[in-house]
Every structure is written in C-alpha cells, then in structure tokens.
C-alpha cells in the first residue's frame, strides 16, 4: 500500500493530514533495512532496500517519498507517498543502512549469539560497535565465533585489521574480506542473517493510547493467569499483536500497570501499544512475542542440556540491562523465567508488569489477596517489610537457578510454606548441579538477608560479564 501523488486539496486518504507533519529542512535519502507491511491508509509499504527521500516526521515516524519505475515498458515513475516507522529506515549512505551492521549489538557474546542461529552457515559475519564506540567485525567459524577488532588511524581514520592492509571505509573492509582470507579464520560469506525487527514505538504515526476495541480481532489464546488471559491477535486487521484480556479485578490495579508500561522504553522491555479500557473486559494491546518465554525455551533444552554457559549467560546479562533500566523507576515484583519473552533472535524482554509498583520507598507491601510467587520471594517480604528493588535483585538470584537447571522450579521438593521457613532460618538453596562456583558465589551476593548488602544490578551485568570468556582473535 502507498499514497501516489494527488491534486486535490482536501483530506483524503491521498494527503495525510498536514498537521501530523513536520517538514525537514533539507533532501534527506534514506534507505529501508527491513520490509515494512503498511498498517493504516496512511503508512508507505515498505520492502527492504527501498530509497526514499523524506520529506516530513513526527516524533516517531517519517514521512517519505519514493518513485519507482512505471511497469509494462511504459516510461516515467510513479510517485508514492506515507509515513514509515523511522527505526526502519538509515541515511543511505551511513554503515547504518548496511545489511551486514548491527546497531543493537554491543558485546561479544550478543554478536556470538546472532552468528549461531541455524540459519547461518560458514563465514557469516557482521560488524558492531561496542559501548566505547570501537569496531569489532565477527565471523561465524564452525561452531564458534571469532572476533577481530577493527583498528583505525589516529589521523585520516582509515580502517584496518593488519597494518599493512587499509581502507577509508568499512565497506572496502567486508569487499576485501569478502574476497581474501587474509588471516581471517574464513573468508566473510553472508552477512548475519537479521530475524528481529524494531518494534515502532507507536501502532501508527497518529496513534492514541486508547483503541476502539472494534480495531482488534483475537485469533489465539497464547496463555492466562490469575487475572487475564493473553490472545494473539491483530490490529487494524493488519498488525500482529499481543492482547492481555483482565477478567473482572480490580480497575485500579490495571491502571497502575497501564501507567507503568507507558512510562517505560527499552529494547529489554516488552513495549506496550495501546490499551481498551472503555468497555470490559478491558485489555493492553503490546508487541507479539512468538517464541514465548525463557522457561518454555530452557525447558526445551533440558533433556540435550545443549546450551553453552555463556549463552545461557547472555541470556541473564540481558535481564540485568533491562532491570538496571528499571530499578530505580519501579519495582517489578515478579521477576522469573515465565515472565521473560524472547525475539527469534533470543533477545530477552521482561514482561508482566501486573504486580509492579512505582518505586516509591516503603509503600510496596503485597495485598493478601494476591496469588505471589512465593519461591521468589525475598525473606523481607514474609515479614510484612517494604518490597524494593532490592527484593528484585534477590528474585534474580533465583532466576539465575532457573537458566542453570532449564527451567526447573527452586526448591525442588519443597513446598511453599517449608521454603518460607527455610529461607527464615537462614537456609539457602544449594549450588545447581553443573553451576559454577563463581555463579554460585553471585546467586549467594542476591540471597543476603539484608538487602542493602545486595549488589545492585548494574554490579551483577559486570560480574556476570567476567563470566563469559569471548576474547579477541588477532590475524598473523
């Protein structure tokens, strides 16, 4: 679907409305570097490569301009016009705009983590930038990753692996590598393969928090709990989403968790998109996760028990970043392996915010009339204390024994009220089988009685890090 060019001067769904755009300055080329199926009469149907020039935005979305050739052997161009999510589309000449770079890649172990996927073969690579703005190029090398730094000149900038071997961009890098060995452990194949895409921080570019429930069709029950049920389903009859239905509860309780989530932006967070709360039963409509949770992924793992420590690793690091996010805004109180959802490229993103609360100091007091998960709990909160991000910090510890025996429940033999005795004496649950000592040791750090002697999350995403041994190669 796209917008050709229209004479008429009135709203249509040729002209957007002039309000919703912003004009640009100057001639802007972008390209796109992911497809992108239109959502509204509004919106540009994107597929990937296409050059466009933009020509107005909004906060969250471009307006932009393609021509295309006429088909049938007739000259000229058509001209088409609509707004595109701007996380979908990169200055056409930036890496940025580069199938083979990933922007959201910042450590080793995440481009270790791209590069396994099935999907690649031998030699499939991909260029990043960690978080002190320096270049790594990595390559599949069987059933591993290699990761070579890329240098560049202190004066004219120039790249290079070797220094005899130089090149004004990274683009003359991957043809070379592409073409030459050159010490590397294979030559550079096809770029990583990409299976996420951003999700558009809005349904579309004059999105509104509140949807007509009309907008929205369930296809299939994904889940439930105690109190709402969660549909695949679609919007507009055009978007995948995710629709968690609330049953009859309390009205409160849904609009605390609607104004969290509408406050918090995170690749680590499930985002949320819109929400129905004129009629019952009221619901949130967020971004579909198709391969659902950490626990269903490391259940389906536990009989080959084939997952590599550093991996399994990567996947806890990435809850860190997106509670290092968070601790300081809300308390999550509900922190396990069931409430992390994975993308198809097995990046995490924590989710159900039902039991959160804003962290405001001491007033986080959990309702006896709340179903809790008991077994991650912190002893504080048996005793009728304040939960905080603390309590939060000891909920991972336990999560952290989910990833280490596939999604086994802690305790194991134990039921609720002997684990709640246990912990109140001091006991603590033993080293998982296979778990390191050095693991151990943190789950230990998040298990201390007093929680001000807790590390805070930023600290365990550093001790966990020095876990995961990825070092550099280097080329002869």
């Known amino acids: 679907m796209g917008n050709s060019t229209c004479a008429c001067k009135r709203c249509c769904p040729c002209c957007p409305p002039k309000s919703a755009e912003r004009p640009v300055s100057r001639k802007r080329v972008f390209k796109s570097i992911y497809n992108y199926p239109s959502r509204t009469i509004w919106d540009l149907n994107l597929k990937k490569g296409d050059i466009l020039e933009v020509t107005g935005e909004n906060e969250h979305w471009l307006y932009v301009r393609r021509r295309t050739a006429k088909g049938n052997g007739s000259k000229g161009f058509v001209e088409e016009k609509g707004y595109v999510p701007k996380d979908f589309v990169k200055p056409v000449d930036s890496v940025e705009a580069e199938p083979w770079y990933f922007e959201s890649v910042k450590t080793r172990i995440e481009a270790k983590r791209c590069l396994l996927r099935p999907e690649n073969k031998e030699g499939a690579f991909l260029i990043w930038n960690n978080e002190n703005n320096q ?17 560049q000149g202190e004066i004219d900038k120039h790249f290079f692996l070797v220094h005899h071997t130089i090149f004004q961009t990274l683009r003359e890098l991957i043809e070379f590598y592409s073409n030459n060995e050159g010490g590397l452990c294979s030559k550079l194949h096809e770029p990583c393969v990409k299976l996420d895409q951003p999700a558009p921080l809005t349904l579309s570019f004059e999105s509104k928090w509140e949807v007509d429930r009309s907008s929205l069709t369930k296809i ?35 609009r605390t968790e609607i104004d969290i989530m509408k406050e918090l932006h995170h690749e680590r967070l499930l985002k949320l998109y819109a929400v129905c709360t004129n009629s019952k039963p009221m ?12 626990k269903k992924f490391l259940i389906s793992h536990r009989e080959k028990q084939d ?25 999550h109180r509900d922190l396990r392996a069931e409430n992390i959802l994975l993308t198809d490229m097995q990046c995490c993103k924590i989710a159900d915010f039902g039991l959160a609360e804003i962290n405001l100091a001491g007033s986080h007091r959990i309702s006896s009339e709340i179903k809790v998960p008991v077994k991650w709990m912190a002893p504080e909160i048996f005793d009728n204390k304040a939960y905080t991000s603390k309590s939060d910090v000891w909920s991972f510890g336990i ?18 009220m002997t684990c709640v005795r246990s912990i109140q004496r001091g006991e603590r649950m033993e080293r998982p089988a296979g778990c390191p000592k050095e693991l151990y040791d943190i789950m230990l750090l998040c298990w201390r009685s007093n929680p001000e002697e807790r590390p805070t999350f930023t600290e365990l995403r550093e001790k966990l890090m020095a876990l995961i041994n990825e070092p550099d190669s280097e080329l002869e």
Request: aromatic residues 14%; hydrophobic residues 40%; glycine residues 8%.
């Open 135 to 151: 270049y790594y190029l990595s390559v599949r090398n069987g059933l591993h990753a290699r990761h070579y730094r890329v240098k």
């Open 220 to 254: 299939k029950k994904l889940g439930s709990g105690q109190f709402a049920e969660v549909w695949y389903g679609l919007w507009n009859k055009t978007t995948e989403v995710a629709i968690k239905e609330f049953r009859d509860v309390n009205y409160l309780n849904i």
């Open 283 to 294: 619901c949130l409509v967020t971004e579909l996760m198709k391969n659902g949770s950490l």
């Open 307 to 331: 997952l590599e420590f550093s991996l399994m690793m990567d996947f806890a690091v990435q809850i860190t970043e997106g509670m290092m996010y968070i601790e300081n805004k809300i308390v």
């Open 399 to 416: 999560l952290l024994t989910e990833i280490m025996t596939y999604g086994d429940d802690p305790y194991p033999g134990m039921d609720k």
